[in-house]
């Protein structure tokens, strides 16, 4: 029951993360990706702290905060950024099809750090839906914006940190609490965004700001930083980071709906298509019965 829980959190986590991709496509023609980053992580840390403090969470140890700080630093600043550039190239719909190889680099990165086994079933799960991100991409190169490519290679790329932040974080999080990890992760990496952000006098963007602007920036902050990530390190509690990674996959139906109301990105067929697939590989890595390792017999 917690592992089913936790990736039915995590599904949910995945959809508001969607969202949040169409609202930074929307957003990215009025800020830069840093000032993108110190909106959403600056007020989504104001929104966590105060609940943290009121419900008296565990905090890390005093061991674990260096570890902490650095893996809030990995995600919450350098991720973000790469997240914010890749938007600036291509659709909502395709970057957030791209955040989808997440859950092969998981697996892969918690194989190699010898965190979570590799299984026949998961390995064919995650396969199948990379199968189906590929084939998204690929086929829909035609409707793509100019330059598309680029921002789906950076996408890519920052997931190599969500990877390894969904690999590193559980046995902290244990340690302490879901909300006491995200607080003291999201802290850290907003500060240093925040100091980058004055010294590059980046902020001043943000005067430019209209209300349908900072209402957007509200919801990225509220929705997309706090809420989607209180979620998300509650499923990591719960659920394996490769499980918990493979909602991700829910990400782009979010994305692609939202992101037709907002800018009026379209929702091809052969979006539809991927999505199946992705779904199926969803089903099949999260409904494993006994973990058998690839390379022996059960």
Known sequence: MGEAMGVLIAVLSSAVGGTAAAVTRYLVGNADPLTLAILRWGIGFACVLPVALALGVRWPQR???????LL???????????????????????????????PL???????????????LRKACGVGIAMLGVSAALATGLAAAPEGAWR???????????MAYYNVRSRPYIMRSSALGFLTVGMGSGAAALLVLGVATGRLAVLESFGQAQWIAGLYLGVAGGALAFILWVM???????????NTMTVNPIAAALLAQQLVGE??????????VAVFAGIWIATTEGAKVPLGRTP
């Open 151 to 161: 921002g789906e290679i950076i996408m890519a790329g920052g997931v190599l940190c």
């Open 105 to 119: 680099q998981t697996m892969v990165m918690g194989a190699l750090l010898g965190v979570e086994p590799l299984t």
């Open 63 to 69: 061991g674990d905060w260096v570890g902490v700080a």
């Open 266 to 275: 379209p929702i091809t067929l052969n979006l539809v298509i991927g999505l």
């Open 235 to 245: 499923a990591l509690q719960r659920a394996s980071p490769t499980r918990v990674a």
């Open 72 to 102: 809030g630093l990995i995600f919450y600043g350098l991720f973000t950024i790469l997240y914010n550039m890749a938007i600036g190239y291509t659709t909502a719909a395709r970057a957030s099809l791209a955040l989808c190889t997440l």
